[in-house]
Structures are given as structure tokens and as C-alpha cells.
């Protein structure tokens, strides 16, 4: 049985930070992702992670770093300000499909 489950979620004020997980079990992955979503806002992706290479969007170059080790995906999130306030889920593909975490709140506000 395939399970994402993310931690690390939070309030935190703007020019702060905080690292999220996602411990993924279950099957192998090839590709993990993280998205975020924001309220009334389509979710979009942040960065992803493979065995070659990473890649961020433009709104979080610079101040994400996505990392892995083993089956647990981390994003560490520096300088936060208040756009990055949204649910944040991790995704992992592999041998056996796509799966989706439950999702974690990021409140970034003073």
C-alpha cells in the first residue's frame, strides 16, 4: 500500500522559514514533486526532484531547495513571504502510478 504523508507545515512570519517531508512507503519512486495551492487558486507545481537533475518554479528560484534521501522528499523554504501561503502536497511517481500526500498548511503572515 502506497502512503505520502507530509509534515512540517505551519505559521511562520514573512522573511522566515521552514522545511517540509514527505515519507513516502510503499513502491519505488522515479520522480517526487511538491505543488501548492492557495485559496481560489489552481494548484500549481513548486519543484521537483530526480535521480538527475531539479527544478524549481520562478516564483520560489532561489529561496526552495527541494532533496531527497531515500523515500523522504524535503523542501526547505527560506525568505517565506505572504504569495507563499497555500496547502503544499507532495507527489511521487513510479512503477507503480502517481500518488498523491493529504496536504500541508503553509501560513506565511505577520
Known amino acids: 500500500q502506497v502512503q505520502l504523508v507530509e509534515s512540517g507545515g505551519g505559521l511562520v512570519q514573512p522573511g522566515g522559514s521552514l522545511r517540509l517531508s514527505c515519507a513516502a512507503s510503499?513502491?519505488?519512486?522515479?520522480?517526487m514533486r511538491w505543488y501548492r495551492q492557495a485559496p481560489g487558486k489552481e494548484r500549481g507545481m513548486v519543484a521537483v526532484?530526480?535521480?538527475?537533475a531539479t527544478n524549481y518554479a520562478d516564483s520560489v528560484k532561489g529561496r526552495f531547495t527541494i532533496s531527497r534521501a531515500e523515500n523522504t522528499m524535503y523542501l526547505q523554504m527560506n525568505s517565506l513571504k505572504p504569495e507563499d501561503t497555500a496547502v503544499y502536497y507532495c507527489?511521487?511517481?513510479?512503477?507503480?502510478?502517481?500518488?498523491w500526500g493529504q496536504g500541508t498548511q503553509v501560513t506565511v503572515s505577520s
Open positions: 507527489y511521487a511517481f513510479g512503477v507503480a502510478g502517481g500518488y
Open positions: 510503499g513502491s519505488i519512486f522515479s520522480i
Open positions: 526532484i530526480t535521480s538527475r
